[in-house]
């Protein structure tokens, strides 16, 4: 099962769910994703930044009665009145001082919140900077805890269970940002460079220096904004990405230049250019994959098939992947005639990629 859906799965299963991992591993993001899906709405409290108050409440006088009421802080007051299926996402939940943690204990007591809103959480790993820890009696109240992947993660030497493999998370990455309107530069890079060690997707590790950068998922939302704005030195993605990686992304986005457009490809999938060498092959890969629709899905299959076999498979595989995590799903090569006897001819090929 794809984490994507496992996650969506889970939250429509009303199940609570905390997630951990390292800095910048799209927790928070697969979470707002998971909601989206499903049509939820989502609430976050930035647990880290939060009182023993915001959860537990205020104790409030009251004169006339000669009492002093404990009253809800205005937003988990919404919460308990809330009908429609709502998810409260403590972000940064092993960053609360304990009397905050100890307080969001309450959140999940029988009658506390209605059956419509559930409790989900992330945290960084403990040996993070200001990551202490999470009780015990709130880290027990979640129905299933899963570690976020990174490049070198395994079952084996994760402490806990791993919500799905590096690889899995990577496509996910590229179909959302395909899905999102990523630059081909971009998704095309991190096409090419899947299987690279260390990752030029994700290769954060805790740093003293505040000047260092480096390729997280954050970083690539940063260098995907810049693109889109017009920028194009090594400087710029250096000062985002890091030396080492900004120097092989700006060597992969130069090889755009002579390769045909996607409309020059529409318009002649049987004549337009397919360059020789295996990197511009998969650029113009991510491309079209980027850029298809369901009106031109019959000149992408056209097109692909002349690419070399394995970019070939990589192409089919990745639009047909658009296509199923496309929320609402959209048809951009399934509803073409060449689609199936090509899938029929080349699905045994499939775990090649």
Known sequence: MKPLDRLAALMKGLK???LVGDTATAKTSMVHQASKSLGWDLIVFRAS????????????????????????????????????MTVLFLDEIGQAPTEVQSAVLSLFDKGALPPNVIIWAATNRVNARGVTTIVEPLRTRFDSIYEMPSPTSTE????????????????????????EGYPAEITGFHAFTRNTVPSPLWAWKPSLDPAVRMPDFRTWESAASLWADGWRDFTTYSAVLGKEVANLFIAFAALKEGLPTPDE?????????????????????ATLCGAAKKKNGSAFMRYIVRLDKQIELFAGATVLDREVE????????????EWQPWFIANQHLFRLQ
């Not at 009182?51 to 205005?74: H, K, N, Q, Y």
Request: proline share 5%; with cysteine; hydrophobic share 50%.
């Open 156 to 179: 084996a030497n994760s402490t806990g269970t791993l919500l799905c493999s590096w690889e899995e998370i990577h496509q996910s990455w590229r179909n959302w940002a395909m899905n």
């Open 49 to 84: 930044l939060c009182e023993r108050v915001d959860f537990s409440g205020a104790f409030v006088p009251d004169i006339v009665a000669g009492v002093t009421r404990l009253l809800p802080m205005e937003l988990i007051a919404m919460l308990k009145k809330s009908t429609k």
């Open 265 to 285: 490809v529409w318009a002649d999938p049987d004549g337009a250019l397919v360059p020789t060498s295996l990197n511009s092959q998969y650029f113009m890969a």
């Open 16 to 18: 609570r769910i905390l």
């Open 326 to 337: 496309a929320k609402p799903q959209v048809a951009i090569v399934s509803a073409c005639a």
